[in-house]
């Protein structure tokens, strides 16, 4: 298994562009999310999906779109990039939404914008 | 607020040589208490996990305490390698039946031959 895979592994955007960061997993889990990083905080939940059709929003969700037609991809779609969104973008999966559920996380974007 | 507050911040050990990170909370109703291992350039990898009801779990050279009383939790790691070398991260998950799960800021170990 691959488990969670995120492409690409790094990019660089121009304030107002647009793109998608893409997440995979192999693991057939229903639930699904996308987090940021940046220095001296914690992970920050950005958008969270629970099954294919079904998605919500998290702690910081604006700025950005997710879709879930597959239960196997969940792409993040910046809309028009900003500087306080570089940062490190992580995708998760887990096999449970409830509380405690271990998340398999994948080897992030590091996404920089000027 | 929901919160998760670890100390240090950044710790350099020597190879070979104990030491113990801390995690204060103050998630109430509070689940399950989660420690990752973040290497450099990688997703965080799950360490161990403890509900409220369990004082300490361990996975090899790694145990993890906890005191739901005081609402702190702490990461003993014995005989530290170079490849002790990353972020742990302290993640707590409230009560509430929910996704949502929150996350410290981390504590940055360097071990050093």
């Known amino acids: 298994n691959a488990g969670v895979t995120q492409t690409p592994k790094f990019q660089v955007l121009k304030t107002g562009q647009s793109m998608t960061l893409q997440c995979a997993q192999d693991m057939n889990h229903e639930y699904m999310s996308w987090y940021r990083q940046d220095p001296g905080m914690g992970l920050r939940l950005i958008h969270y999906?629970?099954?294919?059709?079904?998605?919500d929003q998290g702690e910081v969700p604006n700025g950005y779109n997710v879709s879930r037609s597959t239960t196997e991809d969940f792409p993040l779609r910046l809309l028009s990039a900003a500087p306080s969104q570089t940062s490190v973008y992580f995708c998760?999966?887990?096999?449970?939404?409830?509380?405690?559920?271990?998340?398999?996380f994948g080897p992030g974007t590091r996404l920089t914008v000027t | 607020k929901n919160q998760v507050e670890q100390s240090p911040q950044s710790l350099i050990i020597l190879e070979g040589k104990n030491c113990t990170l801390q995690c204060n909370y103050t998630v109430s109703p509070f689940s399950n208490l989660r420690w990752y291992k973040q290497d450099t350039g990688r997703g965080p990898v799950s360490l161990t996990i403890m509900t409220f009801s369990e004082n300490t779990k361990s996975n090899g050279r790694y145990t993890a305490t906890l005191d739901a009383d005081t609402k702190q939790s702490s990461l003993h790691i014995t005989a530290s390698q170079l490849s002790d070398s990353a972020s742990y991260i302290c993640?707590?998950?409230?009560?509430?039946?929910?996704?949502?799960?929150?996350f410290g800021a981390g504590t940055r170990l360097f071990v050093k031959a």
């Open positions: 998760a999966s887990s096999a449970s939404g409830r509380g405690g559920h271990e998340q398999y």
């Open positions: 999906s629970v099954g294919a059709g079904i998605t």
């Open positions: 993640v707590v998950s409230p009560n509430t039946g929910g996704f949502k799960t929150i």
